[in-house]
């Protein structure tokens, strides 16, 4: 299956930019992924969710939200939380996220 | 040199969050790439771009500015209209761009 760019939302919405460097396939991650991926799913106010990864190199992860609540819960999920200190202590070299509210958006459909 | 999340920046910023789905390396993509960085750098307001692909799937490019009016600049530079002209015409098959006013940021460095 091709992957396509997630979006189409009506501004304004929010995301969360997160960037991150770690070792490629550190034990446990892709399991734990896979959970939260299927965890927000159920999240009020979620929209989409894309992820790309350079091998060897930069990671870059963003999540759509209708509004700052639903993101901020999110954030705020016990077993997101749990995820994200493990991630702290065990997967990720560095990691910046960046929370912003989404203005203005347009796109291009090659097909 | 292991790559490192940009950032640290003093909300509130201005993201262009760009994604997309290209085959690899198409023709002179790598040269305007390197050119329009180049070029970036000495837009008023640039902060910061970092850019990650996964092979066979999803681009996630992000630019950061200090402001909208540097970020617009930036989207009406005539070398990378052009740019994007062709990009649209040649390389992707879809993209999509969500232009965003960052409100709050943290991160983590392992060292």
Redesign the interface.
Known sequence: M???????FEPPY??A?F???RPDAPEGYAETVDHLKDLVQDMPGFLGY??????G????T?A?FRDLAGLDAWRDHPEHQAAKRHG?AHW????????????????????
């Open positions: 091709t992957p396509r760019p997630v979006g189409g929010y995301t930019v960037t991150s460097v894309e992820s790309a990864r350079t091998p190199g930069l990671g870059i963003v759509y702290r990720y070299d560095s990691y910046r996220v960046h929370i912003g509210r989404v203005e203005r958006s347009y796109g291009h459909d090659g097909d």
